[in-house]
């Protein structure tokens, strides 16, 4: 995978898109991003993390060309005013999870011995999926409220969390007070198999992770909105 496609992509494809005088820079960018799955990373700390330094310009021109390369999608926080959604730091999403088994000395996470790695790996999964089928996505962050996505496009309007172990109301605050303050979007929420009916109880629509990757949200309660 990382000779097959990502050297290649990064190595060939990137550098075709814009300039890049510092290719060692690029691929460095690069790896922060698949460390950091449907991770909220400011462009400052990913600064911090370059081994060779760079101009955060830098950094944000090198996430903007591996964005044209469909290798990571730097979300923005959702907000109504525009000025909001680009002063954001953004969250990473790996437009494919291949790219993550393969930069990972570990390849994919097991669940019952890397339950956060494997979590965020499922939210990245998809976040991907969601933009890959053409949809808009943002997260939304509010201290101390967050969700992890906020859905727009053919499939509707959705406010989302995905949980991949178990979950109280207490765990879905955000979700819902960002469903008052934005009425027009509905609260989903993706689960670990079998744990749909923790939301449902609270009268939210649920869906596996499983299922969702499969179809995406619930077709006849999108078609109500």
């Known amino acids: 995978m990382r000779d097959a496609i990502i050297e290649p992509a990064i190595g060939r494809d990137v550098l075709a898109l814009g300039a890049v005088r510092r290719p060692a820079l690029l691929r460095q960018v690069f790896a922060i991003a698949a460390g950091s799955p449907a991770r909220i990373v400011s462009l400052q700390k990913m600064q911090a993390q370059l081994q060779d ?10 996430l903007a060309l591996l964005e044209d390369a469909y290798l990571v999608a730097p979300l923005e926080k959702y907000s109504t005013r525009v000025h909001r959604r680009r002063a954001s730091p953004p969250k990473l999403v ?16 097991d669940p019952s011995d890397e339950p956060e790695r494997f979590g965020f790996w499922v939210e990245n999964a998809c976040l991907a999926f969601a933009l890959n089928q053409g949809q808009q996505v943002w997260y939304w962050r509010e201290e ?4 992890d996505a906020v ?4 499939w509707g309007k959705w406010a989302v969390e995905v949980r991949t172990g178990r979950f109280d109301v207490q765990a879905l605050r955000g979700l819902l007070e960002f469903c008052r303050r934005h009425p ?4 989903l929420v993706i689960t ?6 923790s939301a449902r109880l609270h009268g939210i629509e649920s869906i596996s992770w499983e299922d969702f990757l499969l179809g995406g949200p619930p077709k006849v309660e999108a078609s109500r909105m």
Do not use: C, K, W
Request: aromatic share 6%; glycine share 12%; charged share 15%.
């Open 94 to 109: 790996l437009l494919n999870n291949a790219l993550l088994s393969a930069m990972h000395p570990n390849g994919a996470p």
């Open 192 to 197: 670990r198999p079998g744990d749909q009916e």
């Open 53 to 62: 330094g760079g101009a955060l310009e830098t950094v944000a021109h090198y």
């Open 184 to 187: 027009a979007f509905q609260p």
């Open 151 to 154: 859905f727009d496009g053919s």
């Open 144 to 147: 101390p409220l967050e969700i």
